[in-house]
């Protein structure tokens, strides 16, 4: 019975993983999945950027959301199963299991989570070869029993069908038609404390972030990527760990923008937001389409505009090579031709 429930449960998965959802849709659609089988009181779900796994785009239900900044802070500082410590193979950790019952050792934990009940976390990363699409945290708290191995395991079979479908909402940003046009507002600075304070920020930042997140109330909201960037740029400085404090994050209409953290003085952090690099559009576009290192280098070396006798010497391979690479990259892409293909990737006419 138990065995066919799981069943059940990952064809449900299966399904929605292979739907036209996005990114938060089908989180969504997967919690209400995950919550019958291995059940849950609280859950925090970020997508990463698949080249630094810093986290962008939070979907949360946690009684600590009131303390946002510190309880980033927090989470990027601990290395008890930090979802860049997970793997492809061993997807899930738990917290109680993995501590040997000394769930103390994660500060995280400690300064968190014990206040308010939780018992024990299973934590679970999604990646794959072509970068780490989001990690998930399940919360239990003292009315719920501990998680187990039955869990683990159930949570490892959805692992792989869950990254693809992650992986497939971030690809399908690149098909909503052209990139707005960034208003004229010149440079996007938040200046945060090593609380993740925030301590100032330019004019044009107010403005700009007004435009991209419209809230209710005159404040301008501050997007939570820029506390993980922020939080990142920590965990590095501690030797915690060694990506890079920056994200590539989609906001609406095909538009992605660049967060990234620098040191400014002893107690303050510089995070600059930016339009995403027709460059670094090209290498997410490649990851999120599943792209080889070679037709990677072929997309690349396409927006120079070069053509086909050009860029067979560029990559020291045969016309007929690169024939072959372009015409699986439409396959991958769904695109006819290259002019379509770089018009995709880099959100242009």
Not at 296 to 303: K, N, P, S, V, Y
Not at 322 to 348: C, E, M, P, Y
Request: some cysteine; overall charge neutral.
């Amino acid at each position: 019975m138990v065995a066919d429930k799981h069943a059940r449960s990952r064809d449900r998965v299966g399904r929605a993983c292979t739907s036209e959802l996005d990114a938060t849709e089908l989180r969504v659609r997967l919690l209400a999945e995950l919550r019958t089988v291995v059940g849950f009181d609280a859950y925090v779900w970020l997508m990463t950027d698949p080249r630094t796994a810093v986290g962008v785009a939070p979907l949360a239900e946690v009684p600590s959301l009131h303390e946002l900044p510190r309880t980033i802070r927090l989470k990027y500082l601990s290395d008890v199963n930090r979802w860049t410590r997970l793997t492809q193979q061993a997807p899930v950790g738990l917290l109680r299991r993995d501590t040997g019952d000394d769930p103390s050792q994660s500060p995280f934990w400690l300064e968190v989570q014990r206040g308010y009940g939780v018992v024990d976390v299973a934590s679970m990363v999604f990646v794959d070869r072509f970068g780490c699409w989001g990690f998930l945290d399940l919360w239990r708290n003292g009315t719920s029993p501990h998680f187990d191995e039955a869990d683990v395991d159930h949570l490892t079979s959805l692992a792989t069908a869950i990254t693809t479908g992650l992986r497939a909402t971030q690809a399908r940003t690149f098909g909503a038609g052209p990139s707005p046009a960034r208003p004229g507002m010149g440079p996007m600075v938040l200046v945060l404390n090593d609380e993740l304070e925030v301590q100032s920020q330019t004019d044009a930042t107010a403005e700009w972030l007004a435009v991209l997140l419209p809230t209710a109330n005159a404040a301008p909201p501050i997007p939570a990527a820029a506390y993980n960037v922020a939080a990142q740029l920590l965990a590095v400085e501690q030797g915690i760990d060694g990506h890079p404090p920056s994200a590539r994050v989609h906001l609406a209409h095909g538009l992605w923008v660049t967060l990234r953290a620098a040191r400014l003085g002893s107690n303050s952090i510089a995070v600059t937001i930016e339009e995403t690099t027709p460059s670094d559009r090209l290498e997410l576009f490649g990851r999120c389409f599943g792209l080889t290192a070679r037709e990677a280098e072929l997309l690349d070396c396409l927006a120079s505009g070069d053509g086909t006798r050009q860029l067979a010497s560029r990559m020291y391979v045969s016309e007929h090579t690169v024939q072959d690479h372009l015409k699986a990259i439409f396959a991958k892409t769904a695109v006819h031709n290259r002019r379509s293909l770089l018009s995709r990737a880099l959100g242009t006419r």
